[in-house]
């Protein structure tokens, strides 16, 4: 038997070992590598979470999410219809038309949105049978990115009225502002406001200043915390109206939230609790109680793709036998 079948085998290392450093030790390798798994930039919940916190919502947008689960789903004494169609070449028509049950007063808009995405342009036709006329012309993302600048128009042929509007909005990481501009003879009106967002925590403050009188119409401060499933929200309006708000996503199917508001000078609080239902992929049921005995029930059905039906109540507990209770009736088309 030859000398080199017995002779026990060196394995030879790469050039680039013997040149350099030594690989580390394969403990120090799992370490690394357990340390690289479980990183917590590189967590997918902390992903999604830092991704949905990047860009804070809009001053007005706080508490949305509590503020739809008391408003959507309803239209007390109502009769409405809506009704969405799209062009095929990309105009967008919607149509609203609503009656009063007690009043049978009508009303009814048209609007009409064309997008020209290759420039950020939208142009919006607007009608109502207040025979008002508006036009809105928006560019976003064009001048930098985040940034969107609108001028709307409003002409009453019946009156005269005429008015203008410039809206600016930049959004960016942490940071949502927005300052409109109301043209007027007697001066220009300033809303202004601002949001400040980290880790999931929000801060907004915004204010009006009528130039015309030289003085602040308006002053409110919002403090807020949102997370996936849960949000807080409270604010101030003007020093003397407190209202706060929260919202919490119990499972797949339910959603609650909580209404509290008060105004200085009156001992009444107010207070209100809504829940909203998901029976099946096409119909949800929706409650509300606030702290004067009144009752609202609302029960959405999807009949087919592009109709949903919208039936609600309104009870006062207090005057049950007394009447004067609600209904409502909604429809909406999409095509």
Known sequence: MSASLLSPQRHVLPNSHHQGARPPPCSARMRQCVRARVSPSSHPATLASSAEMAVPPAYADLGKSAKDIFNKGYGFGLVKLDVKTKSANGV?????????????????????????????????????TDNTLGTEITVEDQI???????????????????????KTAYKREFLNVGCDVDF??????????AVLGYEGWLAGYQMTFDSAKSKMSRNNFAIGYKTGDFQLHTNVNDGSEFGGSVYQKVNGNLETAVNLAWTAGNNSTRFGIAAKYQLDSSASIS????????????????LRPGVKLTLSALVDGKSFNAGGHKLGLGLELEA
């Open 92 to 128: 967008e028509f919607k149509t609203s038309g609503s009656s009063n049950i007690d009043t049978t007063k009508v009303n009814a808009n048209l609007e009409t949105k064309y997008k020209w995405d290759e420039y950020g342009l939208t142009f919006t036709e607007k009608w109502n």
């Open 144 to 166: 930098t990115k985040g940034l969107k600048l609108a001028f709307d128009t409003t002409f009453s042929p019946n009156t005269g009225k005429k008015s203008g509007k410039v």
């Open 184 to 193: 007027d003879f007697a001066g220009p009106t300033i809303h202004a406001a």
């Open 287 to 302: 409650a509300k109680v606030n702290n004067s005995s009144l009752v609202g029930v609302g029960y959405t059905q999807t």
